[in-house]
C-alpha cells in the first residue's frame, strides 16, 4: 500500500520530490515503532524475573539522586521548584505532572517551603544534607580503586586515551565523583593526565602501562592471579561464568555449543586487537570479555547499554553489539524495562541481589529505604523459553561486519553532572533491539 501511495504522488512531478521524501521517512518512523512494540512483545518471554525487579528498584532512586546532586551544587543547597522544571527529561517526569508532587512523596530527604513573595523552593533535609556528606567521604576513599579502574579502561583501549565525555557516561557507575572532571581527573598523574586535540577535544590519556593491571578480573577470580610485574596480555582459554534462570530448559539441549564457545581461545581485552578480523569468533569473543571487564568495574555490576555502545571503536568491539548482548544470555542478561535497556553481569546476582555490595551500593540502599515514591506497581513478566531459531545461533560468531566503526553519538551534559545517565535519548533504544533481534530470527 505504502508503494501504492508513493507512486500516485509521484504523478505529480519534480516539484513534489521534498514532499515524497517526508513522506517516506514518516512511513520508515511508523514501522519502527510498530516493529519496535512487537520486539518488547516478544521480548518478555524471556526476561529473568529477578533482575527485572533489580532494574525497577532504582527506577525512582535514580532520580531522586539526581535531584539530590542537583541540590548538591546549589551555594545554599536550595532551589526554586520552577528551576527543577528544566530536568524533567532527565527524569522522565512529562506534564501535567508536577515536580513539587514527587518531592513531596520523600519528606525523610526533601523540604518544600514558600519564601514571602510565594515562591516555593526546595532543599534537603538534615538527614539527606548527612547522606551527601557520608557518600562524599566514601568516593573519596574508594578513589584508588576507581582511578586503577579507571586506568585499565585506558589500558583496553587502542589508543590508550578515552574522550572525557565518553568517561562520563560511567560517572555513577564506577563510583566517580561529580566534579571529576575539574578536579579529580588531576590527582592522579601518575595514573593519566588530560590532554586536548587540535580541536579542543578533551582526552584523558594513559601516562604508563602498568603490568599488574593488565590481568582481568577473571584471571584472578579463576586463577588466582593477583599482580604481576611480568605480565604480558596475551591468549586466554578460561572459560566465563554463566548462570541461567532455573526453568531455563534448553541449556541442556545447547550443551554442546556452550562447551564448544566456552574452550575456545581468546584475545586478553589488555592485548593488541588490531590484528583480529571483525565478525570472526575469536572477533567476538574477545569483545564478550572485554564486555565482561567493563562490567566488573561498576559498583552494581550492570550498565546502560548505550554507554556500551560509545566505545564500540575505542575497545573494538563489533557494530551490532545488542545482538552479541543477546546471544550470550547466561553471561550477559539485558533488562528491556522502559525506553532503555541494561546490562547485567549474570554472575554477579543472586536472584534479585547483588553478591558483592561495596560501601556506595550500601549507601544507595540507605537512600532507597528514605524514599516514599514507589512508582506504580508493574507487573514483571515471568521467564520463557527463547524462540528455537534464536538459541540455534548461540555461541556462534555474532559479528559480520567487515570493518569496526563507530556512528557518531550526541554529547551533552547536564547543569555540570557531566552524564546523561538519566535521560531518553540513546543510541540504542527500542529501534536497535529490534534490529537486533530481527539479526538473530534471520541469521
Known sequence: MANRVIRNVALFGESHRASINEFAHSLSQYRLMTTSKRVQDRSSKKRVHDLEIATEKWKIASKVLFFMEILKQEPEQIIPIRSLDQYRR??????????????????????????????????????????????????????????????????????????????????????LPIDFRTNWVHKYPQHFRVVKSEDEIEYLELVSWNPSWAITELEKKVLGVSE????????????????????????????????????????????????LKAGSQEFDKRAVAVMHELLSFTIEKRLVTDHLTHFRREFVMPQKLMRLLLKHFGIFYVSERGKRFSVFLSEAYEASELIEKCPLVLWKERVQGLIGYRGRKKKIGTFDDLSDREDEDLFGSDSDDNSVHVEPEHQETISGLEDDSLTDNSEMEIGEVCRAYKDIETS
Open 90 to 175: 532527565q527524569i522522565n517526569l512529562p506534564k501535567p505532572h508536577k515536580i513539587s508532587d514527587f518531592i513531596r512523596k520523600s519528606p525523610k530527604l526533601f523540604e518544600l517551603y514558600k519564601d514571602h513573595r510565594g515562591v516555593l523552593w526546595c532543599g534537603m533535609t538534615k538527614e539527606a544534607e548527612e547522606l551527601m556528606q557520608e557518600e562524599e567521604r566514601i568516593i573519596d576513599e574508594y578513589g584508588e580503586k576507581v582511578a586503577e579502574h579507571v586506568t585499565r579502561m585506558l589500558m583496553m583501549s587502542v589508543d590508550k586515551r578515552l574522550k572525557l565525555d565518553k568517561i562520563a557516561h560511567f560517572r555513577r557507575d564506577f563510583g
Open 228 to 275: 604481576s610485574t611480568d605480565h604480558t596480555p596475551g591468549l586466554l582459554s578460561l572459560s566465563f561464568p554463566v548462570k541461567f534462570p532455573p526453568n531455563y530448559k534448553k541449556v541442556y539441549r545447547y550443551a554442546g555449543k556452550i562447551d564448544h564457545f566456552q574452550k575456545r581461545s581468546y584475545m586478553s581485552p589488555y592485548a593488541d586487537a588490531w590484528g
